[in-house]
């Protein structure tokens, strides 16, 4: 594991505690969000229902995703993060893992859920990242990811929770998203955002559909 994922792990763990108190209920008052993620369950439910929620954190998706008829379960590379979606949100599978090495076999989820989790993508790691998401989701599968919206410019994050951690975070265009996601295999079915309020930034949201490799398309043939 390389310096930056490293500290980009231990600060998580130190957040896993301010997470739970502070951000467990925070679904409830965000519409869109709700918005997006229904639509992306009632997409994925036509191709099946095995999900993954890829960088979870405290597991605080979950319970609304099974809500929606889906099967999910929960990557994050925080073990802290993972301790404490056991704990809030039992009942589901969690794993501890890179999101550029997931625990899955190819195309073997419906679908991927990515909140928030790709901002964390140092330039280097953004194309494995998404050849690696590409491979989880099956043909016709779904991917709905949410990111803050900027120019690929490093931040630096962390101070105003004062715990003392730091860590990296990129906000990148939604023509930098939507050309990874493209180059990865697949295709963009919604694509939307929220203006920026207060301190926060711009919103953006992307859904996508994996595209049928060649194998597929003439076995379908």
């Not at 605080?60 to 809500?67: C, E, T, V």
Request: net charge negative; proline share 6%; with cysteine.
């Amino acid at each position: 594991m390389d310096a930056r994922t490293e500290e980009l792990r231990d600060a998580h763990d130190v957040l896993a505690e301010y997470y739970a108190k502070n951000f467990a209920d925070l679904l409830d008052d965000l519409p869109v969000e709700r918005a997006v993620l229904d639509l992306f369950a009632e997409v994925t439910l036509a191709v099946g229902t095995e999900v993954a929620d890829v960088g979870c954190g405290t597991g605080r998706l979950l319970p609304y995703l099974a809500s929606r008829g889906l099967s999910p379960r929960g990557v994050d590379l925080s073990p802290k993060m993972i301790e404490v979606a056991r704990r809030d949100n039992p009942g589901f599978p969690y794993e501890v893992a890179d999101l550029r090495e997931l625990p899955f076999a190819d195309a073997a989820l419906a679908g991927v859920v990515c909140w928030f989790s790709l901002i964390y993508l140092a330039p280097e790691a953004r194309v494995p990242a998404f050849t690696e998401l590409a491979r989880v989701v099956r043909p016709g599968g779904h991917l709905v990811t949410a990111y803050k919206l900027g120019d690929g410019t490093l931040l630096r994050e962390g101070a105003s929770t004062q715990l003392g951690v730091n860590f990296d975070r990129y906000f990148l265009s939604a023509r930098e998203m939507e050309d990874r996601f493209a180059a990865a295999g697949f295709t963009l079915v919604f694509q939307g955002s929220i203006p920026a309020e207060g301190n926060e930034p711009p919103y953006g949201y992307l859904l996508v559909r994996r595209t049928a490799d060649a194998e597929a398309v003439a076995a379908a043939a």
